[in-house]
T-cell receptor, first 114, second 109 residues
């Protein structure tokens, strides 16, 4: 069974469209994250949720809105997509919020905005 | 200047060589994570350490808190070790990870 799963794996869309990426973890973890990896493979935190509560909200455009319907799911909705949003988006989870917890990553969603 | 610096950015080795990747950080941390990103894109957590040394198979990770420096060593390297290795600092203020830029390792047979 996949511990952290993301859908879709690939997403190709036109500028201006709205799209969502879904993430689910079956590890029973309390904390989930969204990371963005740019073309130079540099990873950066976007959001983190703990028990469905938003904890970290980095300097991310308002067009990005995370939603956590329950502890096992953290979805990412992106409005009015721009060329610069093209990247690989990784979801991750950890048992608790502490930085000493190992994080488990999803397979990533490669978003291409044309 | 990034708060987490890795060196080298690229590393090419021959099979069997001993490899060292370095990570320096400037923030206060609760832990230092080493991650591996396979050519297919998946990310796996290798180590999480807050002091001393950890070993898993041919991989060894060390950290010196006073010097704010960590190293990842691979003994008897193999082509299947070819990947991007990323260090990430977990800040003391919470679970936020700040990532280094990664080290692309290529091990040739």
């Amino acid at each position: 069974d996949t511990a952290v799963s993301q859908t879709p794996k690939y997403l190709v869309t036109q500028m201006g469209n709205d799209k969502s990426i879904k993430c689910e973890q079956n590890l029973g973890h309390d904390t989930m994250y969204w990371y963005k990896q740019d073309s130079k493979k540099f990873l950066k935190i976007m959001f983190s949720y703990n028990n469905k509560e938003l904890i970290i909200n980095e300097t991310v455009p308002n067009r990005f809105s995370p939603k956590s319907p329950d502890k096992a799911h953290l979805n990412l909705h992106i409005n009015s997509l721009e060329l610069g949003d093209s990247a690989v988006y990784f979801c991750a989870s950890s048992r608790t919020l502490a930085g000493t917890m190992k994080q488990f990553f999803g397979p990533g969603t490669r978003l291409t905005v044309l | 200047k990034n708060e987490v610096e890795q060196s080298p950015q690229n590393l090419t080795a021959q099979e069997g060589e001993f490899i060292t990747i370095n990570c320096s950080y400037s923030v206060g941390i609760s832990a230092l994570h080493w991650l591996q990103q396979h050519p297919g894109g998946g990310i796996v957590s290798l180590f999480m350490l807050s002091s001393g040394k950890k070993k898993h198979g041919r991989l060894i990770a060390t950290i010196n808190i006073q010097e704010k420096h960590s190293s990842l060593h691979i003994t008897a390297s193999h082509p299947r070790d070819s990947a991007v290795y990323i260090c990430a600092a977990a800040e003391t203020s919470g679970s936020r990870l700040t990532f280094g830029e990664g080290t692309q390792l290529t091990v040739n047979p």
